[in-house]
């Protein structure tokens, strides 16, 4: 079976570290939302004068945010059909929470739930302030609002989103990624991943 696994969780968890340790054991088409879009989503809003690496404002949720994570379905889509593993990483908030939404990728990729491996990694830490320490030491201009607006950002995030799916509760596993990401924890996901 194809496998289709979505690394999924709030910013500052290290869903693409722990994607990129699992990418290296398993051949997939690896498709960050991040990196999609991301040229594009810049350009469109430093033409329209606002901030490039703004990923939480109105205009961006409204204009754009739909636009970044179609183009990744579009191309997970693609590469399904084509016979690939494919890897999504992204928050995928909406997403989840729309029963359909996964039914409507595999039917799109021409393939049918017997045919696809659908797991969900949902990359978490235990508390709010370790995920602030590592914002603040990735660096990234794009989290600038996150850590401007800490208080109303933490209100706003669901520490392990629901998975609306209908794929079993067995296809999905919660992640604590605090402490080091050992060889250990990653042979475990690698067989969760394995397992159909």
Same mark, same amino acid.
């Given at each position: 079976m194809q496998k289709l696994v979505f690394f999924v969780g709030v910013a500052g968890t290290g869903k693409t570290t722990v994607a990129k340790k699992l990418a290296v054991r398993i051949p997939a088409a690896f498709l960050d939302r991040d990196t999609v879009g991301g040229r594009f989503?810049?350009?469109?809003?430093? +033409?329209?004068? %606002?901030?490039?690496?703004?990923r939480d404002s109105a205009f961006y949720k409204e204009n754009l =945010?739909? %636009?970044?994570?179609? @183009?990744?379905?579009?191309?997970? $889509?693609? !590469? /399904?059909? +084509?016979?690939q593993n494919v890897?999504? $990483? #992204?928050?995928? @908030? +909406?997403? /989840?929470?729309? =029963?359909v939404? $996964?039914?409507?990728? $595999? #039917? +799109?990729?021409? /393939? @049918?739930k017997n045919e696809v491996d659908v797991k969900v990694i949902v990359v978490a830490l235990q508390d709010m302030e370790l995920q602030k320490e590592r914002i603040i030491d990735r660096q990234t201009e794009r989290d600038q609002w996150k850590l401007e607006h800490w208080d109303d950002f933490k209100k706003r995030v669901d520490f392990v989103p629901?998975? !609306?799916?209908?794929?079993?509760k067995t296809s999905i596993k919660v992640f604590d990624n605090s402490g080091a990401l050992t060889?250990?924890?990653?042979?475990?996901?690698?067989q969760f991943l394995m397992n159909d």
């Open positions: 989503v810049e350009k469109f809003l430093e +033409a329209n004068g %606002l901030d490039p690496n703004d =945010r739909d %636009l970044e994570y179609d @183009t990744t379905k579009d191309i997970c $889509i693609e !590469n /399904l059909n +084509a016979g890897f999504m $990483i #992204s928050p995928f @908030t +909406a997403e /989840l929470k729309n =029963r939404w $996964i039914e409507e990728v $595999i #039917s +799109a990729a021409g /393939l @049918t629901d998975v !609306n799916w209908d794929i079993p060889d250990e924890k990653i042979e475990e996901l690698y």
